[in-house]
C-alpha cells in the first residue's frame, strides 16, 4: 500500500477505534454503572453492593477504553514514518501502553477487588461490619490511587500525540491541539484525584471538559481519515 492509502487506512482504523471505545464506555457508565457522592462510603458502597451488573459494566468498561488506546496506537503507525514526530509519537505510543496497563489493574481492583469487599461488608454485622467497612475503605483508597495514575498517564499520552500531530503536519493542526488541551486537563484531574478523592467541583469541570475533547479528537481523526478517502476517489 502506498504511504497516502496506509495514512488514509490508519486516520480511519484510528478514529474508528478510539470513537467506538469512548461511546461503549460512555454508555455502559451513563446507563448502567451506579452514581452518587462518591466519599461518602456508607452510601456509595451500598449502591455497589446492590448492583447485579457491576463486574460486567466494569469489565465492558475495560474493553472500551483499550478499543480507544488501540485507536492511539494505530494513529502512531501513521505518525511515526513522518519526520520530526517520530520520536514523540514512540514516547506517546510507549506511554498508552503503560496506560493500559495502569487501567487494567484499576478495574481489576474496582470491577472486581472493591465489589467483593462491599458486598462482605453488607453482609455482615456486629464488630465483623466495622472490619469489613474498613476493609472496603482501604479498597477504596487504593482505587484513588490507581485512578490518579491513570488519569495522569493518560493526560500524558494524549499530550505527546497532539505534539506529535502539531510536528507531523502532516494530520489537520487543530487535532494536534484538540488532543494537546485534552491531556492537560486529564493530568490536572488526575493530580487532584491524589489530593481531593474521587469528587470535587475541579474534576466536575475538568471531566467534562475532557470529554468533549477526547470525542472531538476522535470525531476529527475519523473523519480525517474519510475525507482523505473522498479525495482519493476523486
Known amino acids: 500500500m502506498d504511504t497516502a492509502g496506509f495514512r488514509r487506512r490508519g486516520l480511519t482504523i484510528a478514529g474508528g477505534l478510539m470513537l467506538g471505545g469512548f461511546l461503549l464506555n460512555v454508555i455502559l457508565t451513563a446507563a448502567l454503572h451506579p452514581s452518587g457522592e462518591e466519599d461518602d462510603h456508607p452510601a456509595i458502597f451500598t449502591e455497589y453492593a446492590e448492583s447485579s451488573s457491576w463486574v460486567a459494566v466494569h469489565l465492558g468498561q475495560f474493553i472500551g477504553v483499550l478499543m480507544t488506546l488501540s485507536g492511539l496506537l494505530v494513529l502512531y503507525r501513521v505518525l511515526r514514518g513522518v519526520g520530526g514526530s517520530i ?59 490507581f485512578q490518579s495514575y491513570f488519569r495522569v498517564m493518560l493526560g500524558l499520552t494524549l499530550a505527546l500525540f497532539g505534539a506529535a500531530i502539531l510536528v507531523s503536519r502532516r494530520i489537520p493542526g487543530w487535532l494536534g491541539w484538540t488532543a494537546l488541551v485534552a491531556g492537560v486537563c486529564s493530568l490536572i484531574f488526575g493530580v487532584d484525584v491524589g489530593y481531593s478523592g474521587l469528587a470535587s467541583g475541579l474534576q466536575d469541570v475538568l471531566g467534562i471538559a475532557t470529554f468533549i475533547l477526547v470525542l472531538v479528537f476522535a470525531v476529527g481523526v475519523l473523519a480525517a481519515g474519510v475525507r482523505e478517502h473522498g479525495r482519493n476517489r476523486s
Open 87 to 145: 520520536l514523540v509519537a514512540q514516547l506517546g505510543a510507549a506511554a498508552a501502553v503503560a496506560t493500559a496497563a495502569i487501567w487494567a489493574a484499576l478495574q481489576g481492583l474496582d470491577g472486581v477487588g472493591l465489589k467483593q469487599a462491599v458486598d462482605s461488608w453488607v453482609s455482615a454485622s456486629g464488630r465483623e461490619k466495622e472490619i469489613r467497612f474498613a476493609n472496603a475503605e482501604t479498597v477504596r483508597w487504593l482505587e484513588w490511587g
